[in-house]
């Protein structure tokens, strides 16, 4: 890594400490403590939107603002399996075919049909896409509290004195396996190869002949599989609630603009704080109220500090 | 008068431009050089819209490397891409007149010049057809035109004869040396056509590679042996 | 064809006469529900307005239009019972608030490529849902939020519209001022600026144009009536509700007026119907308010693709090839 981006995770790192001190600081660590797993948890999956949405957008030119939408269609349709009686690890794994179906299908079909037009534009279609599949979610499951839940929430392991479930765990292991198989795929794989030359030049690559369509594919499944998980976990620590689940992608497009829509790392680390931050304000009795803003602010504020003494200059493709 | 002082422009490990001088005098210069020499490069880094690592940029004495690139403009810069940029929805009279709209001087005044440079480049009768309906050509005019306004010092060109036809590009010649006459402004212009450089420009500058390799009246720069291997490479005879 | 300020187009006299229309009939067709929601209408067409004209002028994407009126909305409420003033006064001070919050908004975004101003504007949206929902709207409370249990204090309407038919015109005719205003804006100069800016920002940048003045500039326009469309929305029903100005509800706002086309007058008013109608017509019809929602992502992803001009634009070309002409 650059020094500069070590400078950005160390700004990161000051930042979820500053809070930490100024709220948790008189509190037992075993009260704090909890906010931080839950924190770190919840950023977890706030990263791992973000990375499926950077991996995608650097392959593909798409930001992708349908993934939650697809994560809520297959957090629905694992609950319905359940309903019906289907063993839940099955149920999961259709949580997780569904997303990936229903992202798979936009990238095939829909996506080529404005592979020409601006960023902005490829985006916003991704909204159209998500407003389809949040009305079709809500007119075929009524409103009604529903919760997704998972084995995991009823272990508790116990770290560093501190009770926490299995479930919050596995978010946080995920987020950082993912983190380095993607970063692995990308660094050591033919595939990955490619998609890094796609990303870097994709005019240049189809004339060197890379397969841009099979690279894309693959980064339209990976931002699938992603969403199906990231949805997965989001029905189960947040809410399964469509609407809820949908808007999740608010604060992973948060955390990759944290990673300045680039370097996974700060993606990882963005969204970890993010949710760290969010999580400690709870014990703040006057921003507890706005916390979920959290993410934004610091998004902002990331926005902000990277655009210091720049002018808009057209040096690169962005 | 334009002096180029040492600008050197980095892409990463890329250097693009290796500490390029030149100070330009002549009323039209020009710049050739191969694909890829940083000719774009370095009329990007005068208009601002790259950042030079190292070196200095002085118009008739002014610093314009500290300048936001459309406070250049207001100084006297103008600047045509090598496709030009006609707004469709706007008339060619309108065109034209956003590279005023900054100054605070009378519109009647304003409105006037515009008609003016338009009737110069043979547009006059086209002043209110809306730019979508305008050819290739009558773009590149208007692009000329929109030069022409407002008080300018250094008007660059890139490859603006680029999909033209003989007498177009002629014509285009004909206007880039009117230039110096009407509005006292220097040109810069790059162009791949040889004939059109040699037939306007008093002097040229040759880049290759990032490097400036001659420099000088026009006819001593392209006689020169330097710049034929810089184009057609060095001959290897095998036997 | 000379195109001076108070020029006439054939598309700007048909609106001006829709809009003579509108205030003189619209009226006295409606029962007081739907008189309700055709203010309702017209104040989200005024709305419609500022964010199409960023996208289709400057190609800006503004995705928290809606939850700027909430900003106007509580603006005008708080001032209404904060002070004595005149409605007027609260709503062009609602406008001014506005503006400036949608500049604070924006601001890490305005000089960005313009994807960063859709993210950064999603994420606004965002914020603002949670900060409506934390701190509601006033309702005559005492302290900063203004809010208070039980009922509301009375709402004091303009001394020109105090019935629900008066101030359906009143709305009509601020609606159709926006509407010249920004207007008026593409005829001067800062509407040359965005067709060059549109064109290329560094063209733009190169004829002397302060690219990032004329896009602040523009949002602040569309901000500033954003708060104006609050504030009368907040006028017609006399408190508002957080539910009004959800994300989600600033996302499909600007997906209609893609829908609707960006470029058009019309295509703002259409696209105000299908916002507010549309959902209250299959509420009627018994068909579930959900596939609004599938009808107007399906609608944003046709026009985008094949239809870019929208509704209004395919109108235009009709009507076009039916005089005779070039569509």
Not at chain 1, 84 to 109: N, Q
Not at chain 2, 172 to 181: A, S
Not at chain 3, 177 to 185: D, K, P, R, S, T
Not at chain 3, 224 to 238: E, M, Q, R, T, V
Request: positive net charge; glycine residues 12%.
């Amino acid at each position: 890594m650059t020094r500069g981006s070590w400078v950005n995770w160390g700004v990161y790192a000051a930042l979820m400490a500053g809070i930490w001190l100024a709220l948790a600081g008189g509190m037992p660590f075993k009260v704090t403590g909890m906010f931080l797993a839950s924190g770190l948890a919840i950023g977890s999956l706030y990263a791992l939107g973000g990375i499926g949405m950077v991996v995608l957008y650097r392959a593909s030119g798409v930001l992708n603002f349908s993934a939650g939408a697809a994560g809520a269609a297959g957090a629905m349709t694992a609950w319905q399996l359940v309903q019906w009686g289907l063993w839940p690890p099955l149920a999961w794994v259709g949580c997780i075919a569904v997303a990936l179906a229903l992202t798979l299908a936009y990238g095939r079909y829909l996506a080529p049909l404005l592979a020409w037009r601006e960023t902005v534009v490829k985006a916003v279609a991704t909204l159209g896409f998500a407003l389809i599949i949040l009305g079709l979610v809500s007119f075929i499951w009524i409103d009604d509290p529903r919760s997704l839940e998972l084995p995991t929430d009823q272990i508790g392991i116990v770290l560093f004195g501190l009770r926490v479930t299995a479930t919050r765990l596995m978010a946080f292991a995920a987020a950082i396996a993912i983190v380095i198989g993607i970063w692995a795929f990308l660094g050591r794989t033919e595939i990955g190869l490619q998609m890094r030359a796609v990303a870097n030049a994709r005019d240049l690559s189809a004339l060197l002949g890379i397969p841009i369509r099979r690279v894309e594919t693959i980064a339209w499944g990976i931002s699938g599989l992603l969403a199906g998980f990231t949805g997965l976990m989001f029905a189960n620590l947040i809410r399964l609630e469509p609407v809820v689940i949908t808007f999740m992608v608010i604060p992973s497009i948060a955390a990759a603009l944290a990673g300045r829509l680039n370097s996974l790392s700060l993606v990882l680390v963005g969204g970890l704080s993010m949710g760290v931050i969010e999580s400690l304000l709870t014990l703040s009795p006057v921003l507890k109220g706005v916390r979920p803003i959290a993410p934004f602010v610091i998004a902002a504020l990331v926005l902000l500090w990277s655009q210091r003494g720049t002018r808009l200059t057209f040096g690169g493709r962005d | 008068m334009i002096q180029i002082d040492a600008v050197t422009v980095r892409f990463g490990g890329l250097i693009a431009l290796n500490e390029v001088s030149a100070t330009l005098t002549a009323p039209v210069a020009g710049i050739i050089g191969p694909n890829g020499a940083g000719k774009t490069t370095l009329m990007n880094v005068v208009s601002g819209f790259i950042t030079a690592r190292s070196g200095q940029v002085l118009v008739e004495g002014q610093d314009f490397l500290r300048l936001a690139p459309h406070r250049r403009a207001q100084k006297g810069l103008r600047r045509s891409f090598q496709r030009e940029q006609i707004a469709d929805d706007l008339t060619v009279l309108e065109n034209v007149l956003v590279q005023t709209d900054w100054s605070l001087t009378g519109a009647r005044a304003k409105r006037a010049e515009a008609m003016e440079m338009l009737a110069v480049v043979g547009l006059a009768d086209h002043a209110h057809k809306i730019g979508g309906a305008l050819s290739g050509f009558e773009r590149r005019l208007t692009d000329v035109a929109r030069c022409l306004v407002g008080a300018p010092r250094l008007v660059m060109f890139d490859e603006p004869a680029g999909g033209m036809s003989v007498e177009e590009t002629d014509r285009l010649g004909d206007l880039v040396l009117q230039i110096h006459g009407l509005t006292g402004a220097q040109t810069v212009i790059i162009d791949h056509d040889v004939e059109l450089i040699r037939r306007i420009c008093a002097e040229t500058l040759v880049l290759d590679f990032g490097r400036r390799i001659a420099f000088g009246p026009t006819a001593d720069v392209l006689a020169d042996p330097k710049v034929k291997a810089a184009y057609l490479g060095t001959e290897e005879v095998t036997a | 064809m000379d195109r001076s300020l108070f020029r006439l187009t054939p598309s700007g006299s048909t609106g001006l006469i829709f809009a003579a229309l509108c205030f003189a009939f619209l009226p006295m067709l409606a029962g007081s529900y739907w008189l309700s929601v055709l203010t309702s209408a017209v104040i989200f067409a005024m709305a419609t307005s500022g964010v199409a004209f960023m996208y289709a002028r400057l190609g800006m994407v503004s995705l928290t239009q809606v939850g700027l009126m909430g900003i106007g909305g509580w603006v005008m409420l708080r001032l209404n019972y904060l002070f004595d003033w005149p409605f007027e006064v609260n709503m062009v001070l609602a406008a001014l608030a506005t503006m400036i919050c949608g500049w604070i908004l924006a601001l890490p975004a305005l000089r960005m490529r313009g994807l960063y101003l859709a993210l950064v504007t999603l994420m606004a949206a965002g914020g603002l849902e949670i900060l409506f929902a934390t701190y509601q709207f006033p309702n005559g409370g005492e302290g900063f939020w203004g809010v208070k249990i039980g009922s509301s204090d009375p709402f004091r309407r303009p001394w020109l519209a105090q019935t629900p038919e008066a101030y359906l015109r009143y709305c009509i005719v601020i609606a159709t001022l926006g509407f010249l205003f920004i207007e008026g804006h593409r005829r001067l100069f800062p509407g040359r600026a965005w067709a060059l800016i549109r064109r290329s920002e560094a063209a733009a940048m190169a004829a002397g144009v302060n690219v990032t003045l004329y896009k602040t500039w523009a949002f602040g326009i569309a901000g500033a009536i954003a708060g104006a469309s609050g504030a009368l929305l907040a006028g017609s029903l006399g408190l508002l509700d957080d539910g009004t100005f959800r994300a989600s509800e600033s996302i499909m706002l600007f997906a209609l007026a893609i829908v609707g086309g960006a470029r058009f007058w019309l295509g703002a008013v259409i696209a105000a119907v299908l916002f507010r109608i549309l959902p209250g017509l299959l509420n009627t019809w018994g068909v579930d308010t959900d596939l609004a929602l599938v009808i107007f992502g399906a609608g944003l992803l046709h026009a985008l693709i094949t239809a870019p001009n929208g509704i209004a634009g395919q109108i235009h070309d009709l009507v076009a090839r039916l005089r005779g002409g070039k569509p």
